[in-house]
Structures are given as structure tokens and as C-alpha cells.
């Protein structure tokens, strides 16, 4: 059996914030989901065309109405909904490290970067606005790329 990642969802009190911060950070887009008995949105990477492009799902809790995702999903408890649980974090393969920094830095986002040379990742670990740990890893040659070119520039 081959398995491969399809989505992750993400229980909610705040869709706004965590639709904001997929979209503007990891540049995800809005895009098509069933009518499901509850408040949500899916976000793509890539054609919103195909349901397999939607990699996070966003599970909103309507406080006036709980009854569509209690019977759906299952009830669970708002306070256990901040942080990752028992899931530590969601890895990412990208591109682009210097575009992703520089995209950071402007929009405020504080991420913490690790490299890890035995198996040729940079990495950073950034926090969606429900706690959740978004690890992304690029090739560590961007970052030693990066490096040189910043240190070329201050001398």
C-alpha cells in the first residue's frame, strides 16, 4: 500500500484568522467544499479544480449551532483546540527560502529556522493563528546559497 498526505484539518473559533493566515503566509487559496452540516473552508495548493489540491481544511465551530459537526465529526472540547495535541507539526516541502523570508519579515510572521545537514534540509517552524505548527523545509543549499550572497553583501 502507498500512502501519501491529503489534507489536515484545523478546528476553529476563528475562520477569519486562520483563513488569512494560510492565504497570505503560505499563499493557499480559497476554493470549493461540499456542503457539509457546518461552517468551514478548504484551502488549495495549486488548481482549485481538483479536490486533491486541498490541503487544509477548516473546521469552524458555531457556537449558536453545534449540532452539524457534533453528529458529522464528534464533539470535542474548545479549550483542547489550541496547539498541535498529540500532532506535533505539519511538514511541508517548498522553494524559495530567500522569497519566503523576505515575505515573512513584511508580514510580521516570526518563524525559528533549523538546519539539519545530514539530510540536506533548512527548515522553519511558523504558528497559525491556532497554535499549529507549520514546519516548511527547503533544499539547505538555498540557505548556504542565501548566506553567501548576504555575506558578499556586507563586505
Excluded at 457539509?36 to 487544509?56: I, K
Excluded at 506535533?88 to 522569497?99: S, Y
Aim: a negative charge.
Amino acid at each position: 500500500m502507498a500512502l501519501t498526505l491529503n489534507h489536515f484539518s484545523i478546528r476553529t473559533t476563528d475562520m477569519d484568522a486562520t483563513r488569512v493566515f494560510y492565504e497570505q503566509v503560505l499563499g493557499m487559496t480559497v476554493g470549493p467544499r461540499p456542503p457539509f452540516p457546518f461552517p468551514g473552508l478548504w484551502l488549495y495548493s495549486g488548481d482549485t479544480d481538483s479536490w486533491a489540491n486541498a490541503m487544509v481544511h477548516v473546521i469552524g465551530i458555531d457556537k449558536n449551532d453545534p449540532e452539524g459537526l457534533k453528529r458529522y465529526l464528534g464533539d470535542r472540547d474548545v479549550s483542547s483546540l489550541h496547539g498541535s495535541g498529540a500532532v506535533d507539526h505539519i511538514a511541508l516541502f517548498a522553494n524559495g527560502l530567500e522569497t519566503m523570508l523576505t515575505h515573512l519579515q513584511k508580514l510580521g510572521v516570526v518563524c525559528r529556522e533549523r538546519t539539519v545537514p545530514q539530510i540536506g534540509l533548512h527548515q522553519l517552524f511558523l504558528d497559525d493563528p491556532s497554535g499549529v505548527v507549520i514546519e516548511l523545509n527547503y533544499p539547505a543549499q538555498e540557505k548556504t546559497e542565501l548566506d553567501a550572497k548576504r555575506a558578499k553583501a556586507a563586505a
